[in-house]
């Protein structure tokens, strides 16, 4: 057992905002009348229908899917029939291909819904099949297809898995409330990775600011031979696959690599515990816990919604709006995606839905950087934010590649710190974009 406190240098800490609902257990959601669920949830290929309008579909029921290597299946989180199959805004702010699905009510199961058995007795290749059928991606909010995270090269050696339980972004307290209801599905989820990658070590690393998770998750491991808790220090961006590999191996990713070149992979413990499920139970991924929370919103909660609900319908069963919304977001304050309507779909990554009253969504206004360095010291990756952000608004991209634009995760500690108030990540964020591009074309 671990009683060493782990962390990385730089970060920030910001509020946490996470009384609201940590203390309140998952609760189911309101089964909805409809869902809109998007062929294209994750980075890579996106799907193709396999249904057609007017289909009867089942809850669990592969609804579409590529032949792409890097893609992954989507299901039927409702059964009924499918009513329209277009373009949809989606949580990315664009119009993507999605199947709208009309509930009969019934909520039958598909025929293909069955426990995979016992872990022990399937083969790696096995495992990575169940997990690639089943749909699965990081639900942390990246959406990187879980059977190819699972599949490196046969040159980069994986020694070591992390199970990211940080769930530093402040507000959101989805994965918190997993840990401490479902850490047996945690478990079974751990197990099945670690033999698909064919690993002995595996971490489960959690905030110390979360002890009730901690504790659950060192007596569901007990008597389980790999898995080990480590107690992070509470920092954000902790849960950052980078920062934590980091911080519980002392290995450092280099620019540019990703985190197998260092014998790691990382995945969030939401995403685990769903596989865990897919193993016990055979259901897909078709739902998630999601935090829905904010100074907008009446009754915040945890609910274990239908991939495909509109952001409206969820609202609605925490009680609407407290007052005006000044901003909606995707996700957390720090990384989320700000949304302009209701009507989108709540996907696979839809870790939270945050609703600011105008007040605490207001942008202040920006002044003349003043290179105090703040922006510097907190960067966890060690550039120099200002210089990047100055380079931006320059039109410089080729200036701003030479201070590692490229290598920015967005996490937004440098806006954070900023005393004159600098629009530094969405500046690093336009540099980052031109950078990449460039770089793809050539």
Known sequence: MSTKVFTFKGGI????????????????????????????????????????????????????????????PVHASISGSVKSIGLHITTGG????????????????????????NIEDLSKEEILAIIKEAGMTGMGGAGFPTHVKLSPPK??????????????????TADHRIMLEKPEQIV?????????????KCYIAIEKNKPDAIETMRKAI???????????????????????INAVTGREVPSGGLPMDVGCIVDNVGTIATIGNVFLTGMPL???????????????KNLYIRIGTLFKDIIEQCGGFSEEPGKIINGGPMMGIVQYTTEVPAIKGTSGILVLNKK?????????????????DA?????????ISRQAILNNFEEAEKYYAADCIECGSCSFVCPAKRPLVETIRLAKKEVISKRKKA
């Open 13 to 72: 800490h910001p509020p946490h905002h996470k009384k609201q609902t940590e203390k309140l257990s998952i609760e189911n959601a309101v089964e909805p009348k409809f869902v809109v669920i998007p062929l294209s949830q994750h980075i890579g290929a996106p799907c193709d229908p396999l249904v057609q309008v007017g289909d009867k579909v089942k809850v669990g029921q592969k609804i579409g899917d590529s032949k792409a290597f890097v893609s992954a």
């Open 94 to 117: 664009s119009k993507v291909n999605c199947i709208t699905i009309e509930s009969d009510g019934l909520f039958e199961v598909h025929e293909s819904v069955k426990p995979k058995g």
């Open 155 to 172: 040159d980069k050696t994986i020694d070591t898995i992390i199970l990211n339980g940080a769930e530093c972004e402040p507000f959101l």
């Open 188 to 200: 079974e989820g751990a197990k099945a990775i670690m033999k698909a990658v064919g690993v002995e």
């Open 222 to 244: 007990s008597g389980v031979n790999g898995l080990e808790v480590v107690p992070l220090e509470a920092k954000y961006p902790q849960g950052d696959e980078k920062r934590m």
């Open 286 to 300: 078709v739902q998630r816990v999601t935090t829905v929370t904010g100074s907008a919103i009446k009754n915040p």
């Open 360 to 376: 605490d969504a207001k942008v202040p206004e920006a002044s003349n950087c003043i290179r105090c360095g703040k922006c510097v």
């Open 379 to 387: 960067c966890p990756v060690h550039l120099q934010p200002f210089m």
